[in-house]
């Protein structure tokens, strides 16, 4: 039999993500990709993966998920609350995020909801055996492509995995929480900053903005103040001859409200672009809940590009400073029981 | 040359040739497009990741771990004042299309009472007009194609439709556009392809490119069927229809 987790209840919006759907966007093919780059790099260090592995996006709840494999190692990144493991003849047991975890066959993985972000992640060791499309693993629904039949999961998607067995290995935790970062989001001008009044600039770096229940994979339409054109828009203000958006690209449409475009946004489009979130802090933005409040303050080209690197240089840090998921020195009973007491056998790892 | 450079963030920025669509500035796009595509291929602009050509600039996306702005822009700088080629490789491409079923055409009558020519003038028109692809987007395959008989020039409908069947051929504004899928759409529908634009069992999924000189071949609907069958079996020999 196929080595699979298989959804016995989907979440809201899981899809499978990687890093996104590289040089392609010459052709129309948004980039899609993780909304929490972070989150995923680290589910996928924690599961003992290559970083550009595709792993599950959670989008605000996850799946109930039955493990068809003699084992998997999977890891949970994202504030879940707190996710449970079930077997047929266990009490439920709740698991942390931010680790690893051994699961055997039977066993159900039952996420749960995220609290206090929208996005959670899930990766398992090895990897999900699919076909990429167009060099990513990445689901973009609104064209049907990528990921698990290039849709959200749902109740009995049976996802293969590369592996049968977990490789062998320890269980791995982070030492502390990543620290994504506080206060306001950071953003650099343009492309179109010229084509909003002075005031209108102001009114976009002074002012909070709420996220609306508008907010999905393809960006967050916020609410707030509105900012004013520099041309009335009756007289064309708000339009431009399309062109690129980047990633984290402000567009700011006639109705005079921000749109931050995300990892579904499309390739171009015609409205003039007041600023671009800071990639460091896009993924703060990918983790943004209806009803929260943000606001925007202006950095440098330069600024920004040092702030991500050093973000980097700590996500780097902090894979490196993972730490045994079990008490220091001690035996890790749970292990031993679920290992060596359930199977009755000693955990006997296959080559790789 | 003088062009414009705004920044899109710390991972991107785009080269602005100028503020009007033309031939001659998406031409300039489309070369700057390629002269990268050739540098990178022989290993210069490290870091660069993707451009994205539009109308009338260039967006460039970066890595910022690999390169910076301040590294990167005096490289393509440079690429520009040494003289971009006049014109980038190009394609033409033939799409069959068929008009004369008034399901693929619903729009054609309106269109040549708004033009104020007959049906068949609108058609002829259509078929005459030398296109080029300006820009792929707003849907993976979708491609802006400028170059309409200035005859046939219209708004886009003040209606838009919630349907528009996929492959759908369109007209508005100087500009034609056939539908990669079944979408919501504002242009005036005067024929049909049986060509699919995005066919993700294809290799090369997307089948227009920048750049790709157009025209069109007129169909009817026997041809049509049958060109049909055999792109849904995926059986169409597709270099027919390009010419490098």
Same mark, same amino acid.
């Given at each position: ?352 | ?138 849907? &993976? =395959?979708?491609?802006?194609?400028? @170059?309409?008989? *200035? ?5 886009? /409908?003040? #209606?838009?439709? +919630? ?20 979408? &919501? =759409?504002?242009?005036?529908?005067? @024929?049909?392809? *049986? ?5 993700? /069992?294809? #290799?090369?999924? +997307? ?38």
């Amino acid at each position: 039999m196929t080595a699979a987790l298989k959804v016995l209840r989907p979440g809201l919006f899981d899809t499978l993500q990687d890093r996104g759907r590289i040089g392609y966007m010459a052709l129309g093919m948004p980039t899609a990709g993780a909304m929490d780059r972070i989150g995923l790099a680290l589910a996928n260090a924690l599961a003992g993966n290559p970083a550009d592995t595709a792993g599950l996006e959670i989008g605000v709840m996850g799946p109930d998920l039955l493990v068809e494999a003699d084992s998997v190692r999977v890891a949970l990144t994202g504030p879940l609350s707190p996710a449970l493991i079930e077997a047929p003849d266990a009490p439920p047991k709740p698991i942390e995020s931010d680790r690893s975890h051994l699961l055997k066959r039977g066993q159900v993985l039952r996420v749960g909801m995220i609290e206090g972000s929208s996005t959670a992640y899930l990766a398992v060791a090895g990897g999900f055996a699919l076909a990429a499309f167009m060099g990513s693993l990445s689901t973009y629904a609104r064209a049907g492509v990528g990921g698990f039949e290039g849709r959200k999961l749902q109740a009995n998607d049976s996802l293969p995995l590369k592996f049968d067995h977990a490789p062998p290995g320890e269980e791995c935790k982070l030492a502390a929480p990543f620290d994504y970062g506080h206060g306001p989001v950071r953003v650099v001008w343009g492309p179109q900053e010229d084509s909003f009044s002075e005031q209108g600039r102001a009114t976009f770096i002074g002012a909070d903005y709420r996220v609306s229940k508008e907010a999905d994979r393809m960006g967050i339409r916020f609410e707030g103040p509105t900012i004013e054109h520099a041309v009335p828009v009756e007289k064309g203000g708000a339009d431009i001859i399309s062109d690129g958006i980047g990633p984290g690209a402000i567009q700011v449409p006639g109705a005079g409200l921000p749109i931050v475009l995300l990892a579904d946004r499309q390739t171009v489009g015609g409205y003039p672009k007041i600023a671009t979130v800071a990639s460091v802090d896009l993924p703060r933005l990918g983790r943004l809940l209806p009803g929260q409040t943000v606001r925007f303050t202006a950095v440098t080209v330069e600024e920004a590009e040092k702030l991500r690197r050093d973000q980097e240089a700590r996500l780097a840090r902090a894979i490196a400073d993972f730490q045994p998921a079990r008490p220091a020195g001690g035996i890790d009973l749970a292990r031993l029981y679920e290992e060596n007491l359930i199977d009755g056998v000693v955990y006997e790892p296959v080559p790789a | 040359m003088s062009v414009r450079y705004l920044s899109c963030g710390d991972t991107a920025f785009t080269v602005e040739f100028g503020n009007q669509i033309s031939p001659q500035i998406n031409g300039q796009v489309m070369a700057l497009h390629g002269a990268i595509g050739a540098a990178r291929a022989d290993g210069a602009l490290k870091g660069v990741v993707e451009t994205v050509p539009s109308m009338r600039s260039l967006m460039v996306t970066y890595d910022p771990m690999a390169t910076s702005r301040a590294a990167l822009q005096p490289e393509i700088d440079a690429l520009i004042s040494r003289g971009l080629p006049a014109e980038a490789k190009t394609r033409c491409v033939t799409i069959p299309c068929c008009y004369d079923d008034p399901e693929f055409a619903p729009d054609l009558d309106e269109v040549a009472e708004r033009t104020k020519r007959a049906p068949e003038q609108v058609i002829e028109g259509h078929l005459k007009s030398a296109f080029t692809v300006y820009v792929l987007g707003f849907m &993976p =395959g979708l491609a802006y194609i400028a @170059g309409l008989d *200035p005859s046939l020039y219209l708004p886009r /409908r003040s #209606e838009p439709r +919630v349907r528009v069947p996929k492959s759908s051929v369109s007209i508005a504004m100087n500009m034609t556009v056939i539908y990669p899928f079944e979408s &919501p =759409g504002g242009w005036h529908l005067i @024929g049909r392809t *049986p060509i699919w634009l995005f066919d993700q /069992r294809r #290799e090369q999924p +997307v089948f227009l490119a920048p750049g790709d000189h157009l025209t069109f071949e007129r169909i009817d609907r026997k041809t049509f069927d049958r060109i049909s069958r055999e792109v849904e079996a995926g059986t169409l020999d597709w270099s027919t229809l390009v010419k490098e």
